[in-house]
C-alpha cells in the first residue's frame, strides 16, 4: 500500500553509509517477502580503507590489506597500489586494474629492495591514502 511504500522510502533514505543502506534494504526485504538474505553484499565493505601492512618491519614480504565500497552508480573502481621510497621515487605498482567492492589482500616481495622506510598509497577516483612501511634486512 501507499503508507508501506513511504515507510520503506523513509528508512531507506535514513541510511547514512552504503553498508547502512545495504543492512536495512537486507531487512527491508526479510520483512517483506520473509526471506533471508546470504548474499555477497554482506561482506562488502562500507568505506574505502587501507590497512597498515604486515608483518611491519618485514623482511623480505609482507602483506597489504585494502577495501574496496559499492562506489557510487559504479559496481567497478579504478584502483592503484603503489610503493615510493623515501624520496618519492615509484619502486613498484602492485595493482593498476579495475576492482569489484570487497576486500583485497596483496604480497609484496621486496627481495630487490634495499632495507629502509617506503610508503605505498593507494588512488581511486574517490580515495586516496598513504602509510609506511620498513624493510629490514
Known amino acids: 500500500s501507499m503508507g508501506d511504500t513511504l515507510t520503506i522510502t523513509t528508512i531507506l ?3 547514512e553509509t552504503p553498508q547502512g543502506f545495504i ?3 537486507q531487512q527491508v526485504i526479510k520483512l517483506l517477502y520473509n526471506l533471508e538474505i546470504d548474499s555477497e553484499l554482506e561482506g562488502i565493505p562500507g568505506e574505502y580503507a587501507l590497512h ?3 608483518p611491519n618491519p618485514f623482511n623480505p614480504i609482507t602483506t597489504i590489506q ?3 565500497p559499492i562506489a557510487g552508480a559504479r559496481h567497478v573502481s579504478p584502483l592503484q597500489l603503489r610503493v615510493y621510497d ?3 621515487r615509484l619502486v613498484a605498482t602492485l595493482v593498476d586494474r579495475p576492482h569489484a567492492p570487497g576486500r583485497y ?3 609484496w616481495d621486496a627481495t630487490e629492495m634495499a632495507s629502509g622506510m617506503y610508503f605505498y598509497r593507494i588512488s581511486t577516483p574517490e580515495f586516496t591514502a598513504v602509510r609506511k612501511l ?3 634486512k
Open 134 to 136: 620498513v624493510l629490514m
Open 66 to 68: 585494502y577495501d574496496v
Open 23 to 25: 543492512q536495512i534494504t
Open 105 to 107: 589482500s596483496i604480497r
Open 52 to 54: 597498515q601492512n604486515y
Open 86 to 88: 623515501i624520496q618519492g
Open 13 to 15: 533514505m535514513a541510511a
